[in-house]
Antibody, heavy 116, light 112 residues
Framework: QVQLVESGGGLVKPGGSLRLSCAASGFTFSDYYMSWIRQAPGKGLEWVSYISSSSSYTNYADSVKGRFTISRDNAKNSLYLQMNSLRAEDTAVYYC?????????WGQGTLVTVSS | QSALTQPASVSGSPGQSITISCTGTSSDVGGYNYVSWYQQHPGKAPKLMIYDVSNRPSGVSNRFSGSKSGNTASLTISGLQAEDEADYYCSSYTSSSTPNWVFGGGTKLTVL
């Protein structure tokens, strides 16, 4: 069965960095676009970034452009999100998700807290 | 402020039908047939319920249906059940912002 397992979240000070990882299994990872979607505490969903199956195309929300970098390693069935210059407003649960037009599988999420 | 507008809350009694609206513009909902709906229970990851306006993924109850008219998409849940109580989010392709996909603000469904 399809599984997406995020890791790498935690508490970080403003201006700091974190790298999120997502381990995928149960499907041919290299066939799919992948996305990162976040949800601030008590708030709605926000699309952060997505990457094409071959990494040739990436796209970012304006709120993270220039600070976050999405990448993938198809040989390792893994998706990544490098987050730099973190701000308090980046505090959220970050979900790894399969797809773009329709996100049919989601991970359980990893919490990122940006606070001094 | 979300790009797509949803009512903050809707409610209904078991067995009834409810409809949740998702209003956008011609740059998103009205211009493309890439509207999806997600259900999220507290503390859980979202679940895809409808994609491409009106298609149901395998395993989703046929009590859930989607439609679109102009710049407004709708999710209808018929035969309301207690387990339908959750937050519901719409999503659409958009040509007016990056990363080209936007969510609505979410609607809390309460089953009375």
């Amino acid at each position: 069965q399809v599984q997406l397992v995020e890791s790498g979240g935690g508490l970080v000070k403003p201006g700091g960095s974190l790298r999120l990882s997502c381990a995928a299994s149960g499907f041919t990872f290299s066939d799919y676009y992948m996305s990162w979607i976040r949800q601030a505490p008590g708030k709605g969903l926000e699309w952060v970034s997505y990457i094409s199956s071959s990494s040739s195309y990436t796209n970012y929300a304006d709120s993270v452009k220039g600070r976050f970098t999405i990448s993938r390693d198809n040989a390792k069935n893994s998706l990544y999100l490098q987050m730099n210059s973190l701000r308090a407003e980046d505090t959220a649960v970050y979900y790894c998700a399969r797809g773009r037009a329709m996100v049919d599988y989601w991970g359980q999420g990893t919490l990122v807290t940006v606070s001094s | 402020q979300s790009a797509l507008t949803q009512p903050a809350s809707v409610s209904g009694s078991p067995g009834q039908s409810i409809t949740i609206s998702c209003t956008g513009t011609s740059s998103d909902v009205g211009g493309y047939n890439y509207v999806s709906w997600y259900q999220q229970h507290p503390g859980k990851a979202p679940k895809l319920m409808i994609y491409d306006v009106s298609n149901r993924p395998s395993g989703v109850s046929n009590r859930f249906s989607g439609s679109k008219s102009g710049n407004t998409a709708s999710l209808t849940i018929s035969g309301l059940q207690a387990e339908d109580e959750a937050d519901y989010y719409c999503s659409s392709y958009t040509s007016s912002s990056t990363p080209n996909w936007v969510f609505g603000g979410g609607t809390k469904l309460t089953v009375l």
